[in-house]
């Protein structure tokens, strides 16, 4: 079944793409949390900062899903 999935172009095209936004999504974490900390000198904030991000990215993907599946795929 891997062989399959590692065979397959769109997959593959997927998943590279997938990776490079993951690492786009570190370094931009990142950067943020040493700008905030170079701005503030505070280590507090940037980890206020870091919890924020981690939250909103949880509580915007459960809220996205549920939208996602009203769609209509022939619309999208």
Known sequence: MIKEFISNKNFNNYYF?????NIGDI???????IIVSSY???IFISGVLVSINAIVRVLSSLFLI???DK???KNL
């Open 17 to 21: 793409g997938r990776n490079i936004s």
């Open 27 to 33: 370094f931009h974490d990142v950067a943020l949390t």
């Open 40 to 42: 503030t000198n505070s």
């Open 66 to 68: 549920k939208i996602i």
């Open 71 to 73: 769609l209509n795929p």
